[in-house]
């Protein structure tokens, strides 16, 4: 998966003709981030083109940027007019104390000390001084310490945040479907005044303040507020409670899970107490952020007759191999990976071919295959014969109420523990489709 760009805010001052050893500060800490893929500096001198809404969008920046730069020269702390960095400062640390991992990296130029700050009526509260503001450096070393921080965000994971496929697509739901006076009331009636409303989209602002409250059924009523007036040939309810009730399901249980399934690829296979695989197609959005398109997209489930526990390893093999022909390559799937007329022959081109397409898959997913059936204490041990074959796949077996007593032991078979209650993954199918068909579903 490629990462995105770190969005980089520049916090500054710089002009030409007053302070010019701050704008050439500048332009060589732009060109110097700009040097390194993946980081994209955002600066107002360059980025903003006519007819912008500037404070909009300088807002709109701070709001979403990965990380910030706050450059702290002269003019930007004693000019009296010169307002804006002090003000920005505030609220990107206020982001910082919102999320301890977004980076706010300060530092002092032309010729300013941590003693310049601290009687300063602008900047005496921010606390800028708790952070490093890489002092005793030269500007080059200065520059050089900002892209190497920045360069280790980078590479530490902004690819995305765990939910931003979620967040992405409850915020296209709500653009594109719930009226804007919708949105608006959901808002005030649900959050409140917030500070940030008008300077981010009300549908982007409800996206956010939707996911954070998701984990418990307290988001239900929102769903209720922002559908009304919306067509109800749209479904927008029935696609919001879709891309939030995993959210609600045990996190714990829902990395455990995913962590397992990772595990035992090529190896074995995982025990769930549960009585289908709808609770594990569930708890690995849970895990994932992944809302339903996307889950099908990235993982393959599928799902074995139970009757094949009493064939031996050689019959199900080739059964195996046409299921997961069909999952990974479409219909006719297997009958395409070979055009041989002897039978045998056909056989061991047509395993040959889904090995390599299997493994393909595997890189563009990053995800096992996952196949599943219900619990017989005959299919650990076929599992971990099976997977020889089948080096992609990890097994998982439901067992219904509770995981079986006297069940095989070893690293080949491995519980899902903490297990959940007895029967909690049937409450939670029918609390689904209750709510589901409360907002319009068919649960068809």
């Known amino acids: 998966m490629s ?17 010019p050893a701050t704008q050439t500060f500048l332009d060589a800490l732009v060109k110097a981030m700009k040097a390194v893929p993946g980081l994209a500096p955002q600066v107002d001198q360059k980025d903003l083109h006519p007819g912008d809404e500037w404070l909009q969008k300088l807002y709109t920046w701070m709001g979403l940027c990965n990380a910030a ?10 000019r009296e007019n010169s307002a804006w960095v002090p003000r920005e400062a505030n609220l990107l640390l206020w982001r910082k104390a919102l999320d301890p991992r977004f980076v706010v990296i300060p530092v002092l130029i032309g010729g300013l000390k941590p003693a310049d700050l601290a009687g ?8 800028l001084t708790d952070l490093q503001l890489a002092p005793g450096l030269t500007d080059k070393a200065k520059i050089g310490k900002i892209v190497q921080a920045l360069s280790d965000k980078l590479g530490s ?36 005044d917030d500070p940030w409303q008008p300077y981010v989209q009300p549908h982007q602002n409800l996206s956010h303040k939707m996911l954070r409250c998701a ?21 927008l309810g029935v696609r919001l409670f879709e891309a939030l009730f995993p959210l609600r399901l045990p996190a714990e249980s829902a990395g455990r899970l ?12 995982v025990l769930v107490n549960a009585h289908d695989t709808w609770a594990v197609r569930m708890l690995l959005r849970t895990a994932t952020g992944l809302p339903r398109d996307d889950m099908l997209r990235t993982w393959q489930i599928v799902e074995m007759p139970g009757d094949w526990v009493e064939r031996d390893t050689v019959g199900i ?18 009958d395409e990976l070979s055009d041989r007329a002897d039978l045998q022959a056909r056989l061991q081109e047509q395993l040959a071919r889904l090995s390599r397409q299997l493994l393909d898959a595997r890189r563009d997913t990053g995800v096992p295959l996952l196949v599943c059936a219900a619990y ?69």
């Open 317 to 334: 093999v080739p059964e195996l191999a046409r299921l997961l022909a069909e999952a990974v390559l479409g219909t006719n799937g297997w």
């Open 157 to 192: 994971g902004t690819a995305r945040l765990a939910f931003d496929p979620l967040r992405v697509h409850v915020e296209d739901c709500l653009q594109r479907y719930a009226p804007t006076e919708s949105i608006s009331s959901t808002l005030t009636g649900h959050f409140g």
């Open 376 to 444: 017989a204490p005959r299919w650990p041990a076929l599992a971990a014969e099976l997977v020889v074959h089948f080096p992609t796949v990890a097994f998982l077996f439901w067992t219904g109420d509770a995981l079986p007593v006297g069940m095989p032991s070893g690293d080949d078979c491995v519980p899902l523990s903490p297990s959940w209650p007895e029967g909690r993954d049937h409450d939670w199918l029918l609390g689904y489709r209750r709510k589901h068909k409360q907002f319009g579903g068919n649960n068809a």
């Open 215 to 235: 984990v418990h059924d307290t988001v239900d009523p929102v769903i209720v507020n922002v559908i009304q007036g919306s067509q109800g040939d749209t479904r």
């Open 69 to 78: 730069v706050i450059l702290l020269s002269p003019r930007a702390v004693t």
């Open 3 to 19: 990462a995105r760009a770190c969005q980089v805010f520049i916090s500054h001052s710089a002009h030409r003709t007053e302070e």
């Open 120 to 127: 300063n009526p602008f900047l005496a509260d921010v606390r």
């Open 258 to 269: 995913l962590s397992l399934c990772r595990q035992q690829e090529g190896h074995g296979s």
